[in-house]
Nanobody, 118 residues
Framework: VQLQASGGGLVQAGGSLRLSCAAS????????MGWFRRAPGKEREIVAR????????YYADSVKGRFTISGDDAKNSVYLQMNSLKPEDTAVYYC????????????WGQGTLVTVSS
């Protein structure tokens, strides 16, 4: 399974971006799709997660109320709608997939850069 992330770019603070992640297939029968980010000088952190089967979601406290993760079953794609962006959201964003029964993410996209200017 390959994941292809896209949609990053340069945006002013307060603006919006929508990231997309297209999967070449179904990685597992029951799985999570997640968005992570790695900011300069910081460790990678999870931003949001979607249970593909059940639809439940998780958000990091830093993005709650501003970011929304969603999926399109027909397109095998997951999205991250990012609103009210802040300079501290600047990072390379990655999508990833893991089985519900596993604790580690097995499939990763290549990353897309989001830069938020003040």
């Amino acid at each position: 399974v390959q994941l292809q992330a896209s949609g990053g770019g340069l945006v002013q603070a307060g603006g919006s971006l929508r990231l997309s992640c297209a999967a070449s297939g179904r990685p597992f029968s029951s799985y999570f799709m997640g968005w992570f980010r790695r900011a300069p000088g910081k460790e990678r952190e999870i931003v949001a997660r979607l249970n593909w089967s059940g639809g439940s979601t998780y958000y990091a406290d830093s993005v709650k109320g501003r970011f929304t993760i969603s999926g399109d079953d027909a397109k095998n794609s997951v999205y991250l709608q990012m609103n009210s962006l802040k300079p501290e959201d600047t990072a390379v964003y990655y999508c990833a997939a893991r089985a519900v029964t596993r604790s580690t993410y097995d499939y990763w996209g290549q990353g897309t850069l989001v830069t938020v200017s003040s």
